[in-house]
């Protein structure tokens, strides 16, 4: 399964929180409370998150965070890279591939286009949308609508 590492759900979780009273400068341990997270865990986020320009930080009694920039302006795959890295689905996506069968594979081709598409649809995501039900505004790609199917938990 392609999953996300907790840290980065934590991270937009985190940030669709600051989101949601983007003049309100809030502490970590607040954070914490509120998402019902670790403080340790909130923190360690919130500093990469400084360090990627996402969050800001203020000092003193009052002090905390706020975002950077709108929520409408920061994408999801802003987020997510600032706690993952480039993303890339496999070895044959990065910058730097190191993978033994790149000379030999067939199927890299598709899969740098697989790892195109999943970009380009986190990337029309914005912080913004996270602060409310995604099916109200419907994902395209390429101008072309994307059916998300309900996920059956039952």
Not at 5 to 25: E, G, Q
Not at 46 to 54: D, T
Not at 57 to 79: C, H, M, N, W
Not at 81 to 88: D, F, H, L, T, V
């Amino acid at each position: 399964m392609l999953r996300i590492s907790k840290l980065a759900d934590y991270a937009t979780v985190i940030m669709s929180y600051l989101a949601l009273d983007p003049l309100r400068v809030v502490s970590a341990t607040d954070i914490a409370k509120a998402i019902h997270l670790g403080a340790p865990t909130v923190s360690k986020v919130l500093k990469v998150l400084l360090e990627a320009h996402l969050v800001k930080s203020f000092r003193g009694a009052g002090g905390g965070y706020q975002l950077e920039r709108p929520a409408s302006e920061i994408k999801l795959t802003d987020v997510i890279s600032a706690i993952e890295g480039k993303m890339a689905m496999t070895e044959c996506c990065t910058t730097v591939n190191t993978c033994a069968l790149d000379s030999l594979c067939s199927i890299k081709e598709n899969w740098q286009m697989i790892n195109k598409i999943i970009l380009s649809a986190l990337s029309e995501l914005t912080l913004n949308d996270m602060t409310k039900p995604i099916h109200h505004r419907p994902l395209t790609l390429r101008g072309i609508p994307i059916k998300v199917q309900e996920l059956n938990h039952g």
